[in-house]
Nanobody, 122 residues
Framework: QVQLVESGGGWVQAGGSLRLSCAASGRTFSGYAMGWFRQAPGKEREFVAAISRSGGGTDYADSVKGRFVISRDNAKNTVSLQMNSLKPEDTAVYYC???????????????WGQGTQVTVSS
């Protein structure tokens, strides 16, 4: 079992930045690829970014590429999402998730956090 807890969400004006963090406990954190997903009201959960177990490989949704950066610190059991140049359409609940491999499919992630709200005003 892996327990995941997100933090860092909040309200920001368009063009601003936020940094989300996800703290993991339980099984060996470095044994999991990590992903960030988001879900806006009335919409399906969508992939945002993912990072490999070592941190050497990353993947981003086209909608956030060049604006968001995913990183991890295996010594601290954390994964972060630095979000820059935020847009109103980035407003959503953001979730971190753990899986054995980097994938964009939410169905393949075994463990999920409770989510943190990000609101971007225009």
């Amino acid at each position: 079992q892996v327990q995941l807890v997100e933090s860092g969400g909040g309200w920001v004006q368009a063009g601003g930045s936020l940094r989300l963090s996800c703290a993991a406990s339980g099984r060996t954190f470095s044994g999991y690829a990590m992903g960030w997903f988001r879900q806006a009201p009335g919409k399906e959960r969508e992939f945002v970014a993912a990072i490999s177990r070592s941190g050497g490989g990353t993947d981003y949704a086209d909608s956030v590429k060049g604006r968001f950066v995913i990183s991890r610190d295996n010594a601290k059991n954390t994964v972060s999402l630095q979000m820059n140049s935020l847009k109103p359409e980035d407003t959503a609940v953001y979730y971190c998730a753990a899986n054995s491999m980097v994938t964009r499919s939410a169905k393949l992630y075994n463990y999920w956090g409770q989510g943190t709200q990000v609101t971007v005003s225009s």
